[in-house]
């Protein structure tokens, strides 16, 4: 079975500074790589995903993240946070036979500060 | 396209009642699949509704149940709650392939005194 690891639980950050949160899954196969935010009040939205092809993937508002799939990671970065990516990011995994079932990984609260 | 809408958003329940919750999907969309959010467990995956046939299962005990309706509705059922089962359930529909996204309702807050 899949499991994904997320190491910060509770990011801090100043508007423009750089983002990186970190993802790991352990699976030895193809898997599709997902990364959602829930933004305070909100429903969970999908920031951008990972199934084949470039492994450096660009999603909505600015966010990528980069596949590595040697070191099992998918990370999730932007330049530059602005205060309303304050909110919850989760890392998710699925893969082939499982369907539409997600693992999900804790989760990281990102907090921005002006 | 709509998204996908859960009902009722707020529940209340006493322990060993049983609780229907509801979910209809984004139009098109066949799969239906439903998660359990708790701040100690985070998100688990609880079964998933493909064309009215349940096509996988968490590690939810028995009673934990749904099913799927033919125009692709689903609800999910609790029987004898109990107080750990307090969390927010969440619904995503996709078309049902392993690459297709999945889309969040906004969740129904169930808690039991």
């Known amino acids: 079975a899949q499991s994904v690891s997320q190491h910060n639980h509770h990011v801090i950050l100043s508007e423009a500074a750089s983002l990186e949160l970190g993802c790991n899954y352990s699976?030895?196969?193809?898997?599709?790589l997902f990364w959602y935010v829930q933004y305070p009040g909100q429903h969970l939205q999908l920031l951008l995903k990972y199934f084949s092809g470039d492994p450096l993937v660009k999603g909505i508002k600015g966010f990528e993240a980069e596949f590595i799939k040697s070191k099992f990671s998918f990370n999730l970065r932007k330049p530059s946070v602005q205060w309303s990516d304050t909110a919850e990011y989760f890392c998710?995994?699925?893969?082939?036979?499982?369907?539409?079932?997600?693992?999900f990984g804790t989760g990281t609260r990102l907090q921005v500060t002006l | 396209k709509a998204g996908v809408t859960q009902t009722p958003r707020y529940l209340i329940k006493t322990r060993g009642q049983q609780v229907t919750l509801s979910c209809s999907p984004i139009s098109g969309h066949r799969s239906v699949s439903w998660y359990q959010q708790t701040p100690g467990q985070g998100l688990q995956f609880l079964f998933e509704?493909?064309?009215?046939?349940?096509?996988n299962k968490g590690n939810f005990p028995g009673r934990f149940s749904g099913r799927q309706f033919s125009n692709s509705r689903s609800e999910m059922n609790v029987s004898t709650l109990e107080l750990g089962d307090s969390a927010l359930y969440l619904c995503?529909?996709?078309?049902?392939?392993?690459?297709?996204?999945?889309?969040f309702g906004p969740g129904t807050r169930l808690t039991v005194l």
């Open positions: 509704y493909f064309s009215e046939t349940q096509r």
């Open positions: 699976y030895g196969g193809t898997v599709n």
């Open positions: 998710a995994v699925n893969a082939p036979g499982t369907a539409s079932k997600l693992t």
């Open positions: 995503a529909s996709s078309s049902g392939g392993w690459t297709d996204t999945q889309y």
